[in-house]
């Protein structure tokens, strides 16, 4: 089956870094895009970074382009998203997604089939 596991999140200071990794298995990771979504309490999910299975990136939210780097390793089955200058406002739990199919995705949602479980990010001075 499908498992997605996060790991990374933490506290940080605003300003400060942190980076997420997504470990996946149970299917062919590298036929796959991936993404990473983010829901802080109260709020809606919000689709942070995607990227395809050949490594280029697909999207980044607004808020956190400039900010923020997806990347991948298919040979790891690992999943990254390096998070840099922290604001308050990235706080929230973060998610790794895996879409339904091998389509490369021009346009958010995603059909995500599989989330992981989230990483909470807490940026606080």
């Known amino acids: 089956q499908v498992q997605l596991v996060e790991s990374g999140g933490g506290l940080a200071q605003p300003g400060g870094s942190l980076r997420l990794s997504c470990v996946a298995s149970?299917?062919?990771?590298?036929?796959?895009?991936m993404t990473w979504a983010r829901q802080a309490p109260g709020k809606g999910l919000e689709w942070v970074a995607g990227?395809?299975?050949?490594?280029?990136?697909?999207y980044y939210s607004d808020s956190v382009k400039g900010r923020f780097t997806i990347s991948r390793d298919n040979v790891k089955n690992t999943l990254f998203l390096q998070m840099n200058s922290l604001k308050p406002e990235d706080t929230a739990r973060y998610y790794c997604?895996?879409?339904?199919?091998?389509?490369?995705?021009?346009?958010?949602?995603?059909?995500?089939?599989?989330w992981g479980r989230g990483a909470q990010v807490t940026v606080s001075s």
């Open positions: 997604g895996k879409p339904a199919d091998r389509g490369t995705y021009l346009y958010t949602p995603w059909p995500i089939e599989s």
């Open positions: 990227i395809y299975s050949d490594d280029r990136v697909a």
């Open positions: 149970g299917f062919p990771f590298m036929d796959y895009a």
